[in-house]
Nanobody, 123 residues
Framework: QVHLVESGGGLVQAGGSLSLSCAAS????????LAWFRQAPGKERDLVAA???????NYADSVKGRFTISRDNAKKTLYLQMNALNPEDTAVYYC?????????????????WGQGTQVTVSL
């Protein structure tokens, strides 16, 4: 079982940057693949990026080249650096964990979720 708490959301202008963090409590975080999902109003919760314990990553096409996912297993923290933000990035961002060993985008495989943090990008 993993308890996840996100932080770092907020309001930013288009073209700006924002960094999210997710503090994880688990006996052995390296047993988990971690991910960021996001959900905009009226839309599905979709993968933004995922990272395995070994550093293998998977990004949504819409964020490739703009967002960077990383993790610090010693600090038990997941990060998401978001650059060149645009209004379409506005959503609630969720941290999630799965026991899967690949950076899967399958939402149903993620059993542990944070409470979410709002990111709003204005024109």
């Amino acid at each position: 079982q993993v308890h996840l708490v996100e932080s770092g959301g907020g309001l930013v202008q288009a073209g700006g940057s924002l960094s999210l963090s997710c503090a994880a409590s688990a006996r052995t975080l390296t047993a988990y693949t971690l991910a960021w999902f996001r959900q905009a109003p009226g839309k599905e919760r979709d993968l933004v990026a995922a990272i395995t314990s070994g550093g293998r990553t998977n990004y949504a096409d819409s964020v490739k080249g703009r967002f960077t996912i990383s993790r610090d297993n010693a600090k038990k923290t997941l990060y998401l650096q978001m650059n060149a933000l645009n209004p379409e990035d506005t959503a609630v961002y969720y941290c999630a964990a799965t026991a899967a060993s690949i950076p899967t985008s399958r939402r149903e495989l993620y059993r542990n979720w944070g409470q979410g943090t709002q990111v709003t990008v204005s024109l």
